[in-house]
């Protein structure tokens, strides 16, 4: 079964703190891996995205990393803000001819 | 401006009366789908569609159905919804699946 599981559910972060949120699938043919962000009453807006012959991909305060060998990529959220409070999903799926998979979600609270 | 529209936003209706979520979109994409998002489920596929004319199941499409008669249009139909379809749907597109660019959501009641 095609699965994404995301980790944690909920985080709360001091304000100028690192969020890290992970993922881990199973399906090695998946070459295309986004992270999702969404803001109450929004629909979710595409964040940033990696494929898997990068480790890492960076732009701005956020980070992919990104471990082939064990199936599992990360977002790094440096110096969070509490504008950067949302619900964050990561995704995977192959080919771009496939359905993405979504993972269940991570509610990030930045608090001050 | 390029987006996704769904209407209605808000809906409340009783069990059994059919019902159409319509969805929208002006960036001339072939891939669209349907997704509905329930607290500690994330969003769960019901449909997709990678041209017109074609349309596929996705993770949960028992009580929809869907068409793509055109480009552009992507509804959503419940022909008998049941109280466990309440939910918050969202409609996206995507130029061939890879970057999804979503609706603002339609909230449906049913009672």
């Known amino acids: 079964q095609q699965q994404v599981k995301q980790s944690p559910q909920s985080l709360i972060v001091q304000k100028g703190g690192i969020s890290i949120i992970n993922c881990a699938y199973e399906n090695t043919a998946f070459d295309y891996f986004p992270w999702y962000q969404q803001f109450p009453g929004k629909g979710p807006a595409l964040l940033i995205a990696i494929r898997p012959d990068v480790s890492e991909k960076k732009e701005g305060r956020f980070t992919i990393s990104f471990n082939k060998s064990a199936k599992q990529f990360s977002l790094h959220i440096m110096d969070s803000q509490p504008g950067d409070s949302a619900t964050y999903f990561c995704?995977?799926?192959?080919?771009?001819?496939?359905?993405?998979?979504f993972g269940k979600g991570t509610r990030l609270s930045v608090i001050a | 401006e390029a987006q996704v529209t769904q209407n209605p936003r808000y809906l409340i209706t009783v069990t059994g009366k059919k019902l159409t979520v319509t969805c929208s979109q002006n960036?001339?994409?072939?891939?669209m789908s349907w997704y509905r998002q329930d607290p500690g489920l994330g969003l769960r596929q019901i449909y997709y569609s990678m041209n017109v004319e074609v349309t596929d199941k996705g993770d949960v499409p028992e009580g929809y159905k869907v068409s793509r008669k055109e480009k552009r249009n992507f509804p959503l139909i419940l022909e008998s919804p049941s109280p466990n379809q309440t939910s918050l749907y969202f409609c996206?597109?995507?130029?061939?699946?890879?970057?999804?660019?979503f609706g603002p959501g339609t909230r449906l009641t049913v009672t």
């Open positions: 995704a995977a799926s192959s080919s771009g001819n496939t359905p993405l998979v």
């Open positions: 996206a597109s995507s130029p061939r699946g890879y970057e999804q660019y």
């Open positions: 960036m001339n994409h072939e891939y």
